[in-house]
């Protein structure tokens, strides 16, 4: 064999990828490293991260602007990593997650948890020198919070786990807002409020679709747990706290009539996407006759609501300077 036809292997975490005589690396593996980031989720959580810091009272220059956001999306991807490295086991008999890049034997375990360890520690102690400690703190605290309390101790505990393990990823706009004052003030606190409240009925209805899922893994969610019925029970009653919520910015003076205006329509539909939830048809069991149609509506209509809920507050920020 010619040493032109000779391909060399280059190993990331034991997992090898082929390198042609371009020298290009194989881009299926570059995905599988990508993925245990958990981009998707990575992308809202960033989002709400940028609103923290634009709407935050001060200055920061954008390039430190840039590195915190920077930093805050390494570290939710790190702890993506952590959480499909400890996961790994019920991810492997769950049809949404088998294909992972663990369970599917693309990537060794031992690889991802280094991977997602050096990523924590990294955006960490970056953010802390980028900007302040206290930003640093809050955003290891996020990274905690994640790994220990919901993904090690709540996720196969309790049906609890996504109410207070909903937590983890309301810290965004708190780091971000620190990022600037150096400090966490009320207004911070009323963001993280609001994902805190906004989780429990977005995570139930893809729960409702994905109990069968859940029950095979044997993660306690609440469908799998109580039924499907008291689930929508659940999904109504935080909505009914989520929706006036949402007007609190307005309230306390953080946000104009314009956020205050935008706030209440999404609310409006938010309770309508939740109530259809509720009120599907269902049999004496509580179970769906329609596959769940209007909780995986309502789940995607969900992050819609607060992707626009945010934007409306920086864009009441930057346009109208509240």
Known sequence: MSDSAIKTEIRLGGASAPLGTSGELDLSEVRDWVALLKPRVMSLVVFTGLVGLL???????????????LC????????????????????AVMRRTASRPIP??????????????????ASVVLMGLATNWVAAAVLAGSIGFYVFIYTMWLKRR?????VIGGAAGAFPPMIGWAAVTGHVSVEAVVMFAIIFFWTP???????????????RAGVPMLPVVAGAKETR??????????????????????AGLAYGAAALVLGLFFLDSMW????????????????????????????L??????????????????
Request: charged share 15%.
């Open 201 to 215: 009925p977005h995570f139930w209805a893809l729960s409702l679709f994905a109990s069968g899922d859940y029950a």
């Open 276 to 303: 259809r939830v509720k009120r599907d048809a269902q049999d004496e069991e509580g179970r769906s006759l329609t596959n769940e149609a209007p909780a995986r509506a309502a789940f995607k209509f969900s992050i």
């Open 72 to 91: 805050i999306a390494v570290a939710a991807g790190a702890s993506g990593a952590i959480n499909m490295w400890y996961d790994r086991d019920i991810d």
């Open 233 to 254: 029970r659940q999904i109504w009653l935080y909505s009914l706290v989520m929706a006036p919520l949402g007007l609190v910015p307005t309230l306390i003076g953080m």
């Open 158 to 162: 309790t049906p609890q786990n996504i």
């Open 55 to 69: 709407v935050a009272p001060g200055q920061i220059h954008p390039v430190l602007a840039a590195t915190a956001i």
């Open 104 to 121: 599917a034997g693309r990537i060794r375990a031992e690889a991802a948890l280094s991977f997602g360890v050096f990523l924590g520690l």
């Open 305 to 322: 609501y607060l992707f626009m809920l945010f934007a409306a507050l920086a864009a009441d920020r930057l346009v109208f300077g509240a």
